[in-house]
C-alpha cells in the first residue's frame, strides 16, 4: 500500500519560497508509468493543481502558476518537492502531493497525502 | 487548453435521491482520461471513476460515469449520507480540476 506523507513549514512570509516534501513510502517514486503531482486548495474553495513530475523528470504546470512553480524528484530518498516562489496570502492552503497513473485504463491519481496546511502572513 | 466546466454548482437533495453531476468540456476530450474524484471536509479526496466510465477500487456500484466527446456524467442512482461531498472532475490531458458541485443534504 502506497502512502504518501508532506512536510514542511506551515507558516510561510510573503514574497519567500514555500518549500514543500512529499515522501514516498510502499512504492518507489521510480516506478514506470506513475506520475507525481501537488494540488492545493484555498479555503472556501475548489481544488487547484498545481503540477506533476514523471519518472523520466519531466514537468507540467498550471499555466496560472507555472512562473513561480518547481517540482523535483529525489530518488535516492523516494520524495519529491514543491517549491513556490513570491508567495502571497493567496497562496494560503491545504497542500496535497499525489501519485498518478499514466497507463490504460487508469489515467489519473490514485493515491494522496492526508494533506498539509501552509498559511502566508507576516 | 482544456477547461472543464461543472454544473450545478450546489446540488440539493435528500438521501435515497438519484444525483446527476455534469462535467462540461471546452473542446472534446479523449474520455479514457476523464475522471471524478469525491472530497469531503477535512479529508484527502478520493478517486471514483477513471476513464469516465471505470469505477476505482472499492467504490460503491451506486456510483457511475458515463458520456464522451464534451459532455460528462457522474451518476450517484441513490444517495447514502456519506455521499454528501463535493465532486470533482479533471482530464489527464493538462490535469485542470473543473470548480466542482457540491452535494449537500436538503
Known amino acids: 500500500q502506497v502512502h504518501l506523507q508532506e512536510s514542511g513549514p506551515g507558516l510561510v512570509k510573503p514574497s519567500q519560497t514555500l518549500s514543500l516534501t512529499c515522501t514516498v513510502s510502499?512504492?518507489?517514486?521510480?516506478?514506470?508509468?506513475?506520475?507525481w503531482s501537488w494540488i492545493r486548495q484555498p479555503a472556501g474553495k475548489g481544488l487547484e493543481w498545481i503540477g506533476r513530475?514523471?519518472?523520466?523528470?519531466?514537468?507540467n504546470y498550471n499555466p496560472s502558476l507555472k512562473s513561480r512553480v518547481t517540482i523535483s524528484v529525489d530518488t535516492s530518498k523516494n520524495q519529491f518537492s514543491l517549491k513556490l516562489t513570491s508567495v502571497t496570502a493567496a497562496d494560503t492552503a491545504v497542500y496535497y502531493c499525489?501519485?498518478?497513473?499514466?497507463?490504460?485504463?487508469?489515467?489519473?491519481?490514485?493515491?494522496w497525502g492526508q494533506g498539509t496546511t501552509v498559511t502566508v502572513s507576516s | 487548453e482544456i477547461v472543464l466546466t461543472q454544473s450545478p454548482g450546489t446540488l440539493s437533495l435528500s438521501p435515497g435521491e438519484r444525483a446527476t453531476l455534469s462535467c462540461r468540456a471546452s473542446?472534446?476530450?479523449?474520455?479514457?482520461?476523464l475522471a471524478w474524484y469525491q472530497h469531503k471536509p477535512g479529508q484527502a479526496p478520493r478517486l471514483l471513476i477513471f476513464?469516465?466510465?471505470g469505477r476505482a477500487t472499492g467504490i460503491p456500484d451506486r456510483f457511475s460515469g458515463s458520456g464522451s466527446g464534451t459532455d460528462f456524467t457522474l451518476t450517484i442512482s441513490r444517495l447514502e449520507p456519506e455521499d454528501f461531498a463535493v465532486y470533482y472532475c479533471?482530464?489527464?490531458?493538462?490535469?485542470?480540476f473543473g470548480q466542482g458541485t457540491k452535494v449537500e443534504i436538503k
Open positions: 473542446q472534446s476530450v479523449t474520455s479514457s482520461y
Open positions: 510502499g512504492g518507489s517514486v521510480s516506478s514506470p508509468n506513475y506520475y
Open positions: 499525489a501519485r498518478g497513473i499514466a497507463a490504460a485504463p487508469v489515467y489519473s491519481v490514485d493515491v
Open positions: 476513464g469516465a466510465s
Open positions: 479533471q482530464h489527464y490531458s493538462n490535469s485542470l
Open positions: 513530475i514523471d519518472l523520466s523528470g519531466s514537468t
